[in-house]
């Protein structure tokens, strides 16, 4: 099994920034990707920010919304990965999560989400 534990969240006022982490553990033979995604209330979850690893390389993508003011990034020798986000709005507002993959097939790990919330 795989355990993935997020941190980080919680409230900021609009224009501030967070950082939210990932650490994975457990059954973890190699990672395809790791991402960040978010729902909120009454909506379904959808992807934020992704990490896709092939061999040494890395490549992100970035939900339109967030492009230019999130950043996602990976250390790999603790198996975590991390969302920066600045100039944070109240509809970024939702329970973030975070995803493994060990492959482009199956639906891979999830975390138990972090609330962040921006309100003033």
């Known amino acids: 099994q795989v355990q993935l534990v997020e941190s980080g969240g919680g409230l900021v006022q609009p224009g501030g920034s967070l950082r939210l982490s990932c650490a994975a553990s457990?059954?973890?033979?190699?990672?395809?990707?790791m991402g960040w995604y978010r729902q909120a209330p009454g909506k379904q979850r959808d992807l934020v920010a992704i990490?896709?690893?092939?061999?040494?390389?890395?490549?992100?993508n970035y939900a339109d919304s967030v492009k230019g003011r999130f950043t996602i990034y990976r250390d790999g020798a603790k198996n975590t990965v991390y969302l920066q986000m600045n100039s944070l709005k109240p509809e970024n507002t939702a329970v973030y999560y975070c995803?493994?993959?060990?492959?482009?097939?199956?639906?891979?790990?999830w975390g138990q989400g972090t609330q962040v919330t921006v309100s003033s």
């Open positions: 990490i896709t690893v092939s061999g040494n390389d890395e490549a992100a």
């Open positions: 457990g059954s973890i033979f190699s990672i395809y990707a």
């Open positions: 995803r493994l993959q060990q492959s482009p097939l199956g639906s891979g790990s």
